[in-house]
């Protein structure tokens, strides 16, 4: 969502497989970014390798998208999923995001798939009343130079992966776990749970948010439990009756609890995502998903009629709610938690953060872009490369993920602080909604590659 109150080479120079009898490949199963002319790349829970003129990279994890620019690395992607297939829901795409796509040749590819709100609306979900709004089309393609953009999370790893199909320097290995790495005399080891082992000059994990790459790089910390349960639906808008389609981006702020919808693949799709207090299951693999209607009917039961109608119809026009519990870690300290060495993380490796800002997947697109630079540095040593990555970087994620915690307080707000919210909705209204330290915000270097 939007703001809130005051406060991914082509070319391959050199590089070479071989097989050895002891089971070792070096150079065949492991990804990364490319340069040249733009390109892009997406995968989940993946590791990559990179090759530099004779150099060898090594294993990565990756959860967004990388770019081209002007380089010599070959680009390697390690995939523990045995395919890509369509997951997720709805992702929203600010401004800063889509410039990077554009950069990447991409723009023409996501208005084929992509929705684009004419609006950000925040209602009340007790009253139903709109507490205040933002004009987002032509409005934010004016102040930021690109437009804000919702789409399906499948769409979009769907363009990302397209567009490397045919590049001959990246290569996508699925089924292909990695369970340890290590680095040293300036290479980087990786063994896949098939006993494979992999060299390389670097190695960047993307591997989300209980990151192996992490776990290996930094310690075992475990991830927060923020003490809020995620219903997600995919719904038809056809199956609504006209007027409970959108195609506006619309917050509903309760005590407690809030729910967003959003159109995707061009209006044909409403994304839905309830979010409110709660423990989380313990075994979610076990887990009566079809009880999830009747928990959150009841969790919403003192919300208005309109907001009542739309949770009622999920479960009766799609295949119902899909629950998921949402943790975090805290904010990045400092470039010494993106970047050791050879080996870098990015994405929900690096900084998850909960959704209250709407930038997982844009803080992990703009990782990619300011990765893409970087490694274009053909100047300097890999590891001072990943080191300017992880400094270009570190602070802006942790201000995304600190803010993005506080927004979570401000929408569930109950009591007096409520009732302020809601006041200082009515009054500041746009002021309140646009974030131009966000959508100004860095990242750009892929434009100017």
């Known amino acids: 969502m939007i703001g809130w109150l005051p406060q991914w080479r082509g070319g391959v120079f050199g590089t070479s497989l071989r097989y050895c009898s002891e089971g070792c490949i070096d150079l065949n199963q492991a990804t990364i970014y490319w340069s040249i002319s733009p390109r892009c790349f997406a995968a989940s829970q993946s590791a990559y390798a990179k090759t530099d003129f004779d150099r060898r990279w090594r294993d990565r994890w990756f959860g967004g998208c990388s770019g081209g620019g002007a380089g010599g690395w070959e680009v390697r992607l390690f995939e523990r999923a045995p395919e890509f297939s369509e997951v997720g829901a709805g992702v929203q795409i600010g401004p800063n995001v889509v410039r990077r ?4 040749g991409l723009h023409r590819a996501l208005q084929a798939v992509a929705a684009f709100p004419e609006k950000l609306q925040v209602r009340s979900a007790v009253s139903g009343r709109e507490l205040a709004a933002l004009p987002l089309g032509a409005s934010v393609i004016e102040r930021y130079g690109a437009a804000y953009a919702t789409i399906h999370r499948a769409d979009l790893h769907g363009l990302l992966l397209h567009a490397l199909r045919d590049l001959p320097a990246v290569h996508l290995n699925l089924d292909q776990r990695v369970d340890h790495h290590q680095q040293g005399d300036g290479v980087v080891t ?22 192996g790459t992490r776990a290996r790089l930094l310690g075992e910390v475990a991830t927060r439990t923020s003490g809020h349960l995620a219903y997600r639906a995919v719904i038809r808008q056809i199956d609504l009756p006209l007027h409970m389609r959108t195609r506006h981006v619309t917050a509903w702020l309760g005590p407690g609890l809030h729910v967003v919808q959003y159109p995707l693949r061009r209006d044909e799709l409403m994304n839905v995502v309830a979010i409110r207090h709660g423990e989380s299951p313990a075994d979610l693999d076990q887990w009566d998903h079809s009880a999830n209607a009747a928990d959150l009917e009841s969790a919403l039961s003192q919300t208005c009629a309109p907001l009542q109608e739309l949770i009622r119809a999920v479960p009766q026009v799609s295949g119902g709610w899909r629950l998921w519990p949402l943790s975090d870690r805290a904010p990045v300290r400092g470039p010494q938690e993106m970047a050791q060495g050879l080996v870098a993380l990015l994405g929900d490796a690096a900084h998850p953060m909960r959704p209250y800002l709407a930038q997982g997947a844009g803080m992990a697109i703009e990782d990619a872009a300011e990765l893409q630079r970087a490694l274009s540095m053909h100047d300097l040593e890999v590891d001072l490369r990943l080191r300017r990555y992880a400094l270009n970087r570190w602070q802006r994620n942790a ?7 506080r927004n979570g307080s401000i929408f ?11 006041v200082s909705l009515r009054l500041l209204g746009e002021r309140l909604l646009d974030v131009p330290w966000l959508y100004r915000g860095d990242g750009a270097g892929a434009s100017h590659l």
């Open 101 to 104: 796509l554009q950069a990447w």
């Open 399 to 405: 201000r995304v993920q600190e803010r993005s915690r």
């Open 190 to 211: 990786v063994r896949l749970a098939d006993g494979t082992v992999v060299e390389g000059d670097a190695l960047v994990g993307a591997d989300g948010l209980r990151s």
């Open 412 to 422: 569930h707000a109950t009591g007096l602080v409520r009732l302020g919210r809601d």
